[in-house]
């Protein structure tokens, strides 16, 4: 084969109209672009030449759209992948840089208890060992909490805590705080939701506790006839499990099963990043489903 000396081509032109990142660059770049004020803030003025914040949040995102495993991996994409370039806004003849990744060693626990004390993370000290079930291993973990909102199935909260059991409660009133407006609010959640305490937390911030009770807890359930006799509880319930598909859709595709990161800040901002990225996913595909002409 005998290439062309000379070819003028764009990446644009490689991209097919209607591939799905088309409508998620767009959003991308919305967003981005109200963030300018901000990239103009932290860019650097001298030392070394910086590379646009605007690309590395881009190429952060395509690293969680096509489960890239690592970023070593994902420098070594960027120099190939035209579309990666195209969506992370790298001319053709642009070059990318990136440094090699680390590399954790196992340890052979086997046949040895674990526990907190004794088997701590001499890499990874924020984790903790912690075990879903009565009767599952316990594994070094974090827990990823997630605020979504019912009508829409947007995440508008989440938060990396350590895994224990308080964490899924307190970081639901954290969250709960952060929320605009003093209209009146409901909260669905699964039965660990259901103590005494997290339900009077919730009324306290005139939030109505749409909780599944659990009436096999010591004590009987915090939730009475006069929350679950109301239509909207029953909604409520239907509706919460749909917040399995972010999680859902983080494990598969954003690789946030078991995190490439270390330290609870930067799992934190992983987990934050990859709800964004099924966000935006979710976004693009709620516009390509609307009628032309419809307002947005």
């Not at 009767?135 to 995440?155: C, I, K, P, T």
């Not at 399995?244 to 954003?254: L, M, N, P």
């Not at 270390?262 to 489903?289: C, E, P, W, Y």
């Amino acid at each position: 084969m005998q290439e062309a000396l000379f070819t003028v081509a764009k990446l644009e032109d490689f991209v097919p109209a209607d591939h799905p990142l088309r409508a998620v660059r767009t959003l991308v770049n919305e967003a981005l672009g109200r963030l300018g004020g901000l990239f103009n803030l932290i860019y650097a003025d001298t030392g070394r030449a910086s590379i646009a914040p605007e690309k590395l949040l881009r190429a952060m995102l395509i690293q969680v759209f096509f489960s890239v495993r690592s970023e070593r991996q994902l420098m070594e994409q960027v120099r190939y992948n035209l579309l990666y370039r195209w969506f992370i806004g790298l001319a053709i003849d642009d070059a990318n840089n990136g440094g090699p990744g680390g590399r954790n060693t196992q340890a052979n626990w086997k046949g040895k208890p674990r526990s907190n004390d004794t088997h701590a993370s001499t890499t990874d000290p924020d984790a903790r060992l912690f075990r879903k079930s009565h009767h599952g291993a316990a594994f070094l973990s974090y827990q990823g909490h997630v605020l979504m909102e019912r009508r829409s199935g947007l995440v508008v909260g989440a938060v990396v805590t350590h895994a224990d059991g308080l964490g899924e409660r307190a970081a639901a009133l954290a969250m709960l705080d952060t929320l605009p407006g003093t209209h009146p609010k409901t909260l669905a959640a699964d039965k660990a939701y259901d103590t005494r305490d997290f339900i009077a937390a919730c009324r306290q911030r005139r939030v109505t506790p749409h909780v599944a009770s659990n009436d096999t807890r010591i004590g009987g359930s915090a939730i009475d006839g006069r929350t679950t006799r109301h239509a909207g509880y029953a909604v409520s319930q239907t509706i919460r499990k749909r917040i399995e598909e972010h999680f859902g859709w983080g494990k598969t595709i954003g690789r946030i099963r078991q995190t490439l990161y270390r330290g609870i800040r930067r799992v934190d901002q992983h987990f934050k990043l990859t709800m964004t990225a099924s966000n935006i996913v979710r976004m693009a595909r709620i516009l390509m489903q609307m009628p032309q002409g419809v307002p947005q």
